[in-house]
Nanobody, 127 residues
Framework: QVQLEESGGGLVQAGGSLRLSCAASGRTYSSYAIAWFRKAPEKERKFVAAITWSGGNTYYDDSVKGRFTVSKDAAKNTVYLQMNSLKPEDTAVYYC????????????????????WGQGTQVTVSS
């Protein structure tokens, strides 16, 4: 199993920045990728960005390309989401998820493909 814990959320003004952290523990070596999703009120959870655990390949949703950066620190078993130029529409609960599917060779963006989830961290962007 993989345990995930997000942190770093908060309240920020539009145009500001936040860095989210996703600390992983357990069988982290079994993860192909760690992804960030977000869920706004009354909306479904949506893919934001992901990074492969080995190799560090990344993939972003178009809505955050150029503003958000996903990275990892393997020594700390932690994945980060640096969010710049934040907009009110970025307001959501942000979750990290682990894809542990054996033999996976590409990043997937559908929620059900991710096997383990953290509890989420709230990000609120005021206008």
């Amino acid at each position: 199993q993989v345990q995930l814990e997000e942190s770093g959320g908060g309240l920020v003004q539009a145009g500001g920045s936040l860095r989210l952290s996703c600390a992983a523990s357990g069988r982290t070596y079994s993860s192909y990728a760690i992804a960030w999703f977000r869920k706004a009120p009354e909306k479904e959870r949506k893919f934001v960005a992901a990074i492969t655990w080995s190799g560090g390949n990344t993939y972003y949703d178009d809505s955050v390309k150029g503003r958000f950066t996903v990275s990892k620190d393997a020594a700390k078993n932690t994945v980060y989401l640096q969010m710049n130029s934040l907009k009110p529409e970025d307001t959501a609960v942000y979750y990290c998820g682990a894809d542990t599917t054996s033999g996976r060779t590409y990043i997937v963006t559908t929620e059900w493909e991710y096997d383990y989830w953290g509890q989420g961290t709230q990000v609120t962007v005021s206008s």
